[in-house]
């Protein structure tokens, strides 16, 4: 569902609205997300993989995967790969199942990962649908939104990045999601632009080092 509105036209339109942004703009440069490399499905896959894992460990599990898969990643091949061969690689046994139900899910058209289709589904349809998938919740369907689908107004407001970035560029106490969810609606339909500036407020002044979000 692209507004054909690029990130610096969106940047620029809410800057004109308010200050603080406009001047967090001024300081942290122009945003920037990083270039897709990866399909829907390898875009997921990652995901769960790297769930509550430091960099370096995920990355060697990841590879160890591709490995695995002889570098094709498609639902079948998965579905193929044993329990023992994905624990071996270092899956725990949820990711396996997660990995799995996405497959699966894949395969029986309850997730539709063509780009085609995706681009015909609203950001609500795509949250669900992903959502529906073991292991995959409402934060990883926002992130897929941002830095797979490249959508222009998703607002992660449980993202304690966004939050704390939020509390620090608008000097506020931290707010709760409940709390951040309408302070977002000024910004309207860019919302993304929002987010992205407040992880960099967390780190410019935070004293956050550059995140993978970010970089």
């Known amino acids: 569902m692209s507004t054909g509105v690029s990130y610096r036209e969106a940047t620029r339109i809410l800057a004109a609205r308010?200050?603080?942004?406009?001047?967090?703009?001024?300081?942290?440069?122009?945003m920037q997300i990083r270039r897709r490399t990866m399909s829907p499905l390898e875009a997921l896959v990652q995901?769960?993989?790297?769930?509550?894992?430091?960099?370096?460990?995920?990355?060697?599990?990841h590879g160890r995967l591709i490995a695995a898969l002889d570098g094709g990643m498609e639902p079948d091949a998965l579905l193929a790969l044993s329990d023992e061969t994905l624990r071996a690689v270092g899956l725990s046994s949820a990711k396996v199942r997660?990995?799995?139900d996405l497959a699966g899910k894949v395969l029986d058209g309850s997730v539709v990962l063509s780009p085609?289709?995706?681009?015909?589904q609203s950001d609500e349809q795509v949250i669900a649908r992903l959502s529906s998938v073991r292991g995959i919740g409402p934060w990883s369907a926002q992130m897929f939104?941002?830095?797979?689908?490249?959508?222009?107004?998703v607002w992660p407001v449980a993202d304690l990045g966004v939050r704390h970035g939020y509390a620090l560029a608008w000097k506020v106490p931290t707010p709760t999601a409940r709390e951040l969810e309408p302070l977002g609606e000024p910004y309207r339909p860019y919302r993304t632009v929002l987010t992205w500036y407040c992880w960099r407020a967390a780190e410019i002044y935070g004293g956050s080092a550059p995140s993978a979000v970010t970089s």
């Open 145 to 153: 939104l941002i830095f797979q689908l490249r959508r222009l107004d």
């Open 116 to 120: 085609r289709a995706l681009a015909r």
């Open 98 to 100: 997660s990995l799995r």
């Open 18 to 30: 308010d200050a603080v942004l406009a001047g967090l703009v001024a300081e942290a440069g122009p």
């Open 47 to 61: 995901a769960i993989v790297y769930q509550q894992l430091a960099g370096p460990a995920a990355r060697a599990i």
